[in-house]
């Protein structure tokens, strides 16, 4: 008996459609668009978001790259935060880029560490859902596990860092570009655009 293969969904390699593929800016949440907190993000009242962040990703979207949150949210699985806290925060901040111009085509959020970054899959399924080129797509994060979820991916890494402390973010955190916040790291992707 043959072996059943889908392919709705999942193009083939070589596909005649790869050139037509986008570029996709892929943006951690806590601590590139909104402040990042030492005891989380756990309430709607304790969302700040980082000065022109939102102006930053709208640059991004005219520019022509989809836009889409990739955000490690296990602590609600973990019961720390209430999901729906959760889902009025990302609302906020995606109608906060709105608001600026941005066009935020995508939000994954993991809730539990199977999905969390430093693994791909947020971005692997971002790329699926958006016809991404994950090789001319770029990263966004204050995190080693930012990079290296991007470099699993395929994708350019930049590492945001306000005080540019590379060292304690980890050896492994071999970004492409480091520099001091989103405004910034838009400066260098549309430069290399
Ligand atoms: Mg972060």
Redesign the pocket.
């Known amino acids: 008996m043959r072996r059943a293969v889908f392919l709705d969904h999942d193009e083939p390699a070589g596909s005649s459609n790869l050139g037509k593929r986008r570029r996709a800016v892929f943006l951690?949440?806590?601590?590139?668009l909104n402040r990042?907190r030492l005891a989380l993000v756990r309430k709607p009242s304790q969302l700040v978001l980082l000065p022109e962040a939102p102006e930053a990703a709208a640059r991004l979207s005219k520019a022509g790259f989809a836009l889409a949150i990739v955000?490690?949210q296990e602590w609600v699985s973990r019961g720390y935060i209430a999901r729906a806290d959760h889902d009025e925060v990302m609302r906020r901040v995606v109608a906060a880029l709105e608001d600026a111009g941005a066009k935020v085509e995508g939000v994954y959020a993991a809730l539990t560490p199977e999905t969390a970054k430093p693994r791909p899959a947020m971005l692997l399924q971002a790329a699926r859902d958006l016809g991404v080129d994950l090789a001319a797509s770029y990263m966004v994060?204050?995190?080693a596990k930012?990079v290296l979820a991007g470099r699993a991916a395929g994708c350019r890494t930049v590492l945001v860092d306000p005080r540019l402390r590379t060292a304690i973010q980890g050896a492994n955190a071999r970004a492409d570009h480091v520099c001091r916040a989103l405004p910034e790291a838009a400066d260098w992707i549309l430069s290399r655009a």
Not at 28 to 32: F, K
Request: no cysteine; glycine share 16%.
């Open positions: 951690d949440r806590d601590g590139v990042r955000t490690n994060g204050d995190n930012d």
